[in-house]
């Protein structure tokens, strides 16, 4: 045990959603202390898309060129029927008249929480703790009181505030004893990355394309270093039947019909929910993110409102922390715009966007294709749906909660 080390806020998790909000912090010379258990930032294939709105958002800590320099920009994206090769296309150009960024941008997440980790790393207000990890805490009314696991020991720090960034299993949220409600798909989703070509196969693919099939829908992706698919596989099978080379031969045989050929970079199995926590805040300590937060990966949703949590707490807190503002209303506002936001719209078009791809055969599938075509069709239709995808709307929606 080495003393105890006092910071402004600590913040659990060194992911996109962690790394952010202290670059916030330290940027307005806020001092924080960032614990991660990892040795390093995750360098798994989860989120990668970056929504137009995020990208003005993380203009404001200098981050976005560098999204540009190593993403692609994916204007258009596609909704494709498997069956017939027919392709919706939306294309977000369309929103230039309110955003300076009309695209998205396709960049593995491990690249922004990476980065922003080496420019902490070297910041005087941050400290960034690898192999660190957050076990439990105590709160009174001037501060929060953390133990920290690390290689040597158990460590103690003591914060004003303490941000649970700490993804979905957040000891934060477990310690404050928040429920987390909602349920968990049945199906497991694989994640298999290739450095094939597939547009070379399948004419005309976008950066993203979300292919609706009601025996086996699919999302595929494109991010600079490779293509990945995204499919449902059946939840019951083991792990290892799932990972083999015998179903990933088969997925790509439906796919392209070289299964064999093709390497692929990753297999990971994810289990996928719809939760939201009881409350994202409790005196002192808030969560954000995955820690808050959980939804399907269709219209790649969940990062991106983490990291919208992230610039509505940091406008709240900053007050608060500089003693202009006092927690109370202050805090609260937080947890009430950014909750309610996420029940009214992340959940449920999360879930509408699944069933899009996802739902029945025969009439039900040819009903919803005429609906996404109508809207495709129709200006005053097709502009609210970019909003809607795009997250613009939700953070409309955010702000006129008081
Ligand atoms: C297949 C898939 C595809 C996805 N695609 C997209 C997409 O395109 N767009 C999008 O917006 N979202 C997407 N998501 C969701 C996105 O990946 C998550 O929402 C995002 O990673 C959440 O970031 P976070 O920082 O809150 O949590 P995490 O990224 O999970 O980071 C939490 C960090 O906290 C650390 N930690 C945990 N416990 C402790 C502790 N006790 N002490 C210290 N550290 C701790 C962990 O090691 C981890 O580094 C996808 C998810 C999946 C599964």
Excluded at 119 to 146: I, K, Y
Excluded at 172 to 198: A, H, M, N, Q
Excluded at 258 to 286: C, D, I, W
Excluded at 313 to 327: I, M, N, R, S, T
């Amino acid at each position: 045990m080495s003393g105890i080390d006092r910071c402004q806020v600590a913040i659990a998790g060194a992911g996109p959603v962690g790394t952010v909000m202290a670059t916030l912090l330290a940027q307005a010379g806020i001092s924080v202390i960032v614990l991660e258990a990892g040795q390093d930032c995750a360098r798994d294939l989860r989120a990668s898309t970056f929504h137009p709105p995020t990208l003005e958002m993380l203009d404001q800590i200098g981050i976005t060129p560098m999204l540009l320099d190593k993403g692609l920009k994916a204007p258009v994206y596609q909704w494709r029927d498997r069956g017939s090769g027919e392709k919706i296309e939306f294309d977000l150009s369309e929103l230039s008249d309110i955003t300076r960024y009309p695209f998205r941008i396709q960049c593995e997440q491990y690249h922004l929480s990476r980065a922003l980790a080496e420019g902490l790393e070297t910041h005087p207000q941050a400290d960034v703790r690898f192999g660190n990890r957050l076990l439990s805490f105590v709160q009174d009314d001037a501060g929060v009181d953390l133990s920290v696991e690390t290689m040597t020991g158990i460590e103690r720090i003591r914060a004003d505030f303490l941000i649970g960034a700490d993804g979905a299993n957040s000891v934060v949220r477990k310690w404050l004893g928040i429920e987390f409600d909602g349920f968990t798909y049945p199906e497991r989703f694989l994640t298999l990355s290739t450095e094939t070509d597939l547009a070379a196969y399948l004419p005309d693919l976008s950066y993203v394309n979300y292919v609706s099939d009601p025996s086996e829908w699919l999302v595929l992706l494109r991010v600079p270093s490779v293509w990945r698919v995204l499919v449902p596989v059946n939840g019951a099978v083991d792990e290892a039947e799932l990972t083999s080379d015998v179903n990933k031969n088969a997925i790509f045989d439906r796919l392209i019909g070289s299964g064999a050929s093709v390497n692929t970079q990753h297999r990971t199995l994810y289990k996928v929910h719809q939760r939201v926590a009881k409350s994202f805040r409790e005196g002192r300590v808030m969560i954000v993110g995955d820690a808050a937060h959980l939804n399907n990966p269709l219209g790649g949703f969940g990062m991106n409102s983490g990291l919208h949590d992230v610039f509505n707490l940091f406008e709240k807190l900053l007050p608060v922390l500089k003693g202009q503002a006092q927690a109370d209303p202050n805090l609260s506002l937080y947890e009430r715009q950014r909750r309610e936001v996420t029940h009214s719209f992340i959940q449920s078009q999360t879930k509408q966007n699944m069933a899009f791809i996802s739902g029945g055969a025969g009439a039900a599938h040819e009903a919803r294709r005429r609906e996404l075509l109508a809207i495709q069709q129709d200006d005053a239709r097709r502009r609210a749906y970019l909003m809607r995808q795009a997250m613009f709307q939700s953070l409309e929606d955010a702000a006129l909660i008081r």
